[in-house]
């Protein structure tokens, strides 16, 4: 499974990442603090604010966290499987304000892990084995995630999102 990475930048700092993406890795390897890691997990935080995986049809407006709304500024590659998606200042603005309102209602509500095996979000191991700290761990993460739109938001900054296979 591919692993998302989002970077906030602004738009010259985001012409630059289209122009030279080998930046995008070394930028993302070295963790700047601009990054947030989401990692392995953006299925299940896709499941939990939209109620379904991530995928074409899935057209609620939080599915485009990961996809942004405008088409690639990098195609799919070897290094970024599903390209480099780019969310522009007033769509991360939106974005961010629609994620805490999702927010203000508990997020676990939604977690089922029958639904998410269902949709092949989580293996089954996972979701059996690891169920209290998953549900911990997906808060953090959706706090985290918030935290990281507003902050880009409040700066009318861009965000990359970038899905990376990692070893």
Not at 22 to 33: Q, T, V
């Amino acid at each position: 499974m591919d692993e998302v990475f989002l970077l906030q930048a602004t738009q010259e700092e985001t012409i630059h990442y289209i122009n030279q993406p080998e930046f995008i890795k070394e930028s993302i390897e070295a963790l700047e603090p601009n990054i947030l890691a989401v990692g392995k997990s953006w299925d299940i935080l896709t499941f939990l604010l939209t109620g379904d995986g991530f995928h074409e049809n899935n057209q609620h407006l939080l599915s485009h966290i990961w996809k942004g709304f405008q088409p690639l500024i990098i195609e799919a590659d070897a290094q970024f499987p599903k390209g480099v998606a780019i969310i522009l200042p007033d769509e991360v603005q939106n974005l961010s304000d629609h994620l805490s309102r999702a927010l203000l209602i508990d997020p676990l509500l939604a977690f089922n892990p029958e639904k998410m095996e269902s949709l092949n979000i989580q293996p089954k191991e996972w979701l059996k084995d690891a169920y209290e700290d998953l549900r911990e761990d997906v808060l953090i993460q959706l706090e985290e995630l918030n935290n990281f739109f507003f902050n880009t938001a409040e700066q009318a900054n861009c965000i990359l999102v970038v899905f990376m296979k990692t070893t």
